[in-house]
């Protein structure tokens, strides 16, 4: 089946199938600015389209109206395959709040990697006012892993909570949330160990994986966390970027899952 070029996914929400019928959708927000202007889409062509949280499957383009001084509006009918979309890597992320115009490419690049969970937190070398950002606001984060997915080609969008406080989140938050046995790394350039030490080729068991903020964490902050169970790994020779390091763990993390045991 062809698709229109250029579209990665198509990603709708469930709530605008309710009542649809047989599947139709008027887009008239972003994506159908999208459609029109990058891509030119016309009548009769078929987009990589999913249900959010659901299935994936295609969308066939019915109507297109470019009406002069209003927004365009773009008429789908979505069919979902046969196969819902497979179950994603059982991976969270902590990440020290890094700088505001990092944060939106952080947050793409990890749900484009159908992360299940990403915790913000706080940390001493976290500048404060990071805390006050608007790119924290919950309608950008919200939009930052929506075109994560939509990149990725996942309808699942990651949860992603913000602690202003390190050791509230360390004590009632990571316990509360992460799965029982799952692998705790942190990652650490420094007197650690392989990340291939920690997770052996061929281990699927879930991963939470914390990493620093630009200059790292404090000792104290590398103390406190493996004394909850993390063990500290590098991935590599190179110190890397806070975004650069989310990306580095994932795509480790993503072949040794897929290497023979």
Known sequence: MAY??????????????????????????????????????T?????RAG?????????????????????????????A??????????????VAIPRPKVLPRLLE??????????????AWRV???????PRLAPDAVALAVRLGAE?????????????????????DALPAVHPPGARRLLAHPRDAVAVERAVPPGCVDPVVVALGPEGGWIARELDTFVARGFTAVHLGDAVLRT??????????????RRLPA
Do not use: W
Not at 23 to 39: E, F, K, P, S, Y
Not at 161 to 169: E, P, Q
């Open 51 to 79: 249900l959010v949280g659901g299935a994936l499957g295609d969308a066939e383009v019915i109507a297109v109206e470019r009406a002069d001084g209003d927004a365009p509006r773009v008429t789908v009918r979505f069919a």
């Open 109 to 122: 690049n990890a749900a484009a990697c159908a992360v299940r969970r990403i915790d913000l937190v706080n």
């Open 4 to 41: 229109a070029a250029g579209v990665n996914l198509l990603l709708l929400d469930p709530g605008e199938l309710t009542g649809a019928a047989d599947g139709v959708v008027v887009l008239a927000d972003r994506r159908a600015r999208h459609l029109c202007t990058v891509l030119g889409v």
């Open 127 to 133: 500048d404060k006012s990071y805390l006050d950002s």
């Open 81 to 94: 395959a046969a196969a819902v979309t497979p179950a994603a890597p059982p991976i969270d992320l902590v």
């Open 43 to 47: 009548v009769g062509q078929r987009l």
């Open 243 to 256: 975004e650069a390091a989310v990306t580095a763990a994932l795509a480790q993390l993503a072949l040794l």
């Open 151 to 171: 990149q990725g080609v996942t309808t699942r969008l990651p949860e992603v909570v913000v602690h202003r406080r390190l050791m509230a989140y360390l004590d």
